[in-house]
């Protein structure tokens, strides 16, 4: 596979200037990258294309509003994933059919899923800044770990560093939670 690499500085700073020449040539050259960024993001290839054809006008319009030149990569994956998200949302949900066990579910059973999911919430807000970025742009958002490594600035061992410490303090919490507390009763028994 061919490496894809990114515009020179100068052809970058030349583009920030105004040139049109060299606008031109930044947003063919990253158009590759873009690209890759839209297809790994978005739901759907056709969601991709228009993601990734909006991050090149965004480009395009506002390149000398790029602060850094080594920032054009961070810049571009942000428009990228910022329209990724923006297309998700509109996106109608299709309502999915209710399984056959939804009927015998009962209210006590569905109050026990969301104190759950309430105890796994309250966990992961207890998480250092860098922890919980980490864990939720992996396990909650599910992007690669490629891609929430370059996004974060960190290295793939890093990235895979924090995971684990984030995934290994939410399992300690949730287990010392569930010892000191195993079903809430102790807040409800008088005796």
């Known amino acids: ?88 949302r509109r996106q109608p949900v299709a309502p999915t059919p209710m399984p056959d066990t939804a009927v015998t579910d009962s209210a006590e059973y569905e109050a026990l899923r969301r104190l759950e999911a309430g105890r796994v919430a309250a966990a992961v807000a207890t998480l250092p800044p860098d922890y919980r970025r980490v864990l939720i742009l992996r396990d909650i958002q599910g992007y690669s770990g490629r891609v929430v490594a370059e996004e974060l600035g960190l290295s793939p061992a890093a990235m895979k560093s924090r995971l684990h410490r984030a995934r290994a303090a939410v399992r300690h919490t949730l287990c010392t939670t569930f010892e000191s507390d195993p079903g809430g009763e102790d807040e409800y028994n008088d005796t």
């Open 1 to 88: 596979m061919t490496e894809v690499t990114w515009p020179g500085e100068e052809l970058i700073t030349a583009a920030q200037d105004g040139d049109i020449d060299a606008i031109a040539a930044v947003v063919s050259a990253a158009h590759p990258n873009v690209r890759r960024f839209a297809r790994s993001l978005c739901a759907d290839a056709e969601d991709a294309e228009d993601a990734a054809q909006e991050a090149l006008i965004i480009l395009y319009r506002k390149i000398g509003m790029l602060r850094a030149t080594g920032a054009l990569a961070s810049w571009m994956f942000r428009i990228v994933r910022n329209e990724c998200l923006r297309r998700a």
